[in-house]
């Protein structure tokens, strides 16, 4: 089936006691057995539930991955991969990496022993270098946030293939719509469904995917015993958001595209960040890599401070000034004291993220409405 199809099928049926089309919401946190251990799949909430089981199987679904399970939100998705490491290991990274997942990694895990290296990951041959001994991962997060950088999924997957090291990959930014890393040789994919997922922004959620049996038993380990699940109103709204998965990414694609040319000439502006511009560093790597370039980007200003960013930032109407991404409404950020608040200024610019950086999550609203917004705050 195509995704299309898939987005809204893969792995669904048909309630069986009432034919219902969608999953029930099953509120419950356990359920009746015949004898001991003796029932329907189903014995404890926090290890399984009906509708987190539909989630999961879409989702699997649209990553062509053989499992999925799902958790309470992205960092708890995430927090359960680095569980399955031990204290020793060596973790390889993206330099400008999400926030959240920076200050988990090192504020939580490497006390705890694991080793992290943060390199531009652009440069395959850092990525190589940067690998060690007790290397057990390689954590990839393209594009990345909020530069837009691009990571060639399928020449670090061929690196880690060979060396017996898994490869992750954050596909929050993508969406499997624009992006399935399975299928280019990674390992594993991980999502916040807060973001495109959902879709709608109204739900905290995350979810790891792998066809790696191994790893996956780890996973439902982790699930079963540290219990960072979703509730079963959280999975059914995810489900509900998934099934318009393709079609509201064709337009905020769209309008995206039509806000990144307008951005690009504007004489205000220094610099795009959009792969879909000619002029990004990996405009053929994410033309190869992804369906399309995605409706994320970020902007820097030729007044490059933090008080023009905010006045900008502060004068807009349609895009609301909030953190997140992902859903049908369009938002503005500052990286640098949101989203990325937490990296150390020197980390921060050293990265290349500016003060003046200004980040956009394009929704699905009227893309002149979208324009004049932007022209508007930007002249104010
Ligand atoms: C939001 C986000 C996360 C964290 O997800 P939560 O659902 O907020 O916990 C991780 N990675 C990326 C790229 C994100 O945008």
Sequence with gaps: MKFNTRAIHAGQKPEETTGAVMPPIFQTSTYAQEAPNIHQGYDYARVG?????????????????????????????????????????????????????????????????????????????????????????????????????IIDIRTVAEMTAKRNILSAVDNTFASPYLQQPLVLGADIVMHSTTKYLGGHSDIIGGAVASSNEEFMDKIRFQVKTTGAVPGPMDCYLTLRGIKTLH?????????????????????????????????????ELAARQMKDSGAMMSFSLKDNTTERAMKVMSSTNVFTLAESLGGVESLISHPASMTHGSIPKEVREKAGLSDSLIRLSVGIEDVEDLINDLEMALTT
């Design 247 to 283: 079609v509201r990414m064709e337009r905020s694609v769209e309008n995206a595209k039509e806000i990144a040319n307008f951005l690009n000439q504007h004489q205000l502006v220094e610099h795009v960040h959009y792969p879909g511009l000619q002029n990004h560093p990996q405009f």
């Design 49 to 149: 539930n009906p509708t987190r089981t539909a989630l999961e199987k879409l989702i699997a679904g649209l990553e062509e991955a053989a499992e999925c399970a799902c958790f309470a939100s992205g960092v708890a998705a995430i927090d359960a991969i680095l569980k399955t490491l031990k204290p020793g290991d060596h973790v390889v990274s993206t330099n400008d990496l999400y926030g959240g997942t920076y200050r988990l990694f090192t504020t939580v895990f490497e006390p705890y022993g694991i080793g992290f290296s943060f390199v531009d990951m652009t440069k395959p041959d850092l990525v190589e270098q940067a690998i060690k001994p007790n290397t057990k991962l390689i954590w990839i997060e393209t594009p990345t946030n909020p530069l837009l950088r």
